[in-house]
């Protein structure tokens, strides 16, 4: 830091100036916005479950310390991360609004609120709607919700991953992997074991530190559909958009059944009777001379391919002792570029059309062929026939079980019911007036065209100074952490401003040792230095001209690397 305030004083001295660019504040990048946010108001509509996080919501939720169900592993996870309710200071919606965060970055949260009543979806539409903010992104981790089964055993204090549920939904992300979850348990009928069923080509969440509506639809035909920002994105039937499928085949390849030894599943088979002509020649070439072709009229025999280059001078340092004979570099002949070639002339090679290659028999259909084998199907002894998919069982309880590596997750105006249009109602009084807001506040954040930084060649002193030097520093250490020559080169002005600034710590020390004059062997070495500077610049200006573009492309990548 000393050394580039001590080179952005020397720029000053040489007619750049700057001030320290790291005392810029960063809040000069951000931007206002006049923006009308409205106040929050509890709403009227009822619902089995509705959750908007107001001054009781203690009385509903409570944190989960139980340890994770590891199955085995030598590893023992707790739920230790913590959980709060306040308003977002990420893009604020709606004044007074508050909601549930996730308060602690990768570690195992869990939460979860009984109803007040459970919920019977049996015969009835089924409606899980919620909003989710990631106020710092996303990397790794889940938000989704999980609907708990209505059981004797369902106690808060020991919630887990081990709890049995209903239904999961909503977002998850990890690396590559993006997609809103719609996982259902379902009860084989005649084991009593229940199976995860898996919504198949799960739509992509919203990445997003704005707020995103989730909601999901199940209807009593078994029609599902998945919401985001109130925007359907996935449709479809539980029997046939799900994995593994609701009901198993009626019919299953009998395990019993094997394969005879003699059977015969070849289509076709090389001709057994098929012989090699006589007259097939397999060492023939697959090229021959073109006997028949002649020299061009304008092909020049004696010309060289490449002539020694006329514009090359021996080096002025050039020691042919130490050296050897200097041989200048050699350039393509240009006699050679407007005629069909130069130098000896050969016939060229053509097809032969005797050639043939390696003589194989021909297939024909094989007469023992007795078509692909299968083992027969026999009744499948653990078939069933579920008719009705979206009965669901109880639910008694909702919950948070999640594992991130970014904190901050709010989760807001939670929505269990059995209206869809109740559930918009609520996405209207809340979700659609704060995410226009939000919208706005964040688009004023964004950089404006004109905010966009340039090329540090483009750059010029009086439209930023700070920025100018900034630039010229940072680009002259990059380039000369790979190669100092080409850095002084392209970057002249640091160099040239740190032999100003040399010259003035040399002036200075003269004059204060010296006493108030210096003497004139003072002078003098004051004036030699000065004229050494000079020849610097002078050297320096006529090298840029021959550095440029060596490191263009350096300065290009730099440029855009900059831009993202």
Known sequence: MKLNSAIAAALL?????????????????????????????????????????????????KPSHAKKDTKGQEEEWAYVGEWSVEEPYKFKGIEGDKGLVVKNPAAHHAISAKFPKKIDPKGKTLVVQYEVKLQKGLECGGAYLKLLRDTKALHQDEFSNATPYVIMFGPDKCGATNKVHFIFNHKNPK??????????????????????LYTLIVQPNNTFTVKRGGESVRDGSLF?????????????????????????????????????????????????????????????????????????????????????????????NAKCADVSGCGPWTKPMKKNPEYKGKWTAPYIDNPAYKGVWAPRKISNPDYFEDKHPANFEPIGAIGFELWTMQSDILFDNIYIGHSVEEAEKLANETFFKKIAVEKALEDAEKPKADDKPKSPSDLKFLEDPVLYVKEKLDLFTTIAANDPIQAIKFVPEVPTAIGGLLVTIVALIGIFTMGGSAPAAAKKAGTDAKEKVKEAKDKTAEAVATGAENVKSEVNKRATRSQS
Request: zero cysteines; a negative charge.
């Open 13 to 61: 001295a040489t007619g750049v100036y700057a001030d320290d660019a790291s005392k810029v504040d960063s809040t000069e990048s951000s931007s206002s916005v006049d923006v009308e946010i409205p106040t929050f108001t509890p709403t009227t509509i009822k619902a089995p479950f509705l959750e908007q996080f107001t001054d009781d919501w203690e009385s509903r939720w």
């Open 240 to 332: 046939d958009q799900f994995s593994p499928a609701i009901n198993p085949e009626q019919e299953i390849d009998d395990p019993d059944d094997k394969k005879p030894e003699d059977w015969v599943d070849e289509s076709r088979i090389a001709d057994p009777e098929a012989k090699k002509p006589e007259d097939w020649d397999e060492d023939a070439p697959f090229e021959i001379v073109d006997e028949e072709a002649t020299i061009p009229e304008d092909w020049l025999e004696e010309e060289p391919l490449t002539v020694p280059d006329p514009e090359a001078q021996k080096p002025e340092d050039w020691d042919d002792e130490e050296d050897g004979d200097w041989v200048p570099p050699t350039v393509p």
């Open 191 to 212: 084991t009593g074991e229940y199976e995860e069923k898996h919504m198949m080509a799960a739509p992509q969440a919203t990445i997003s530190k704005t707020s995103e």
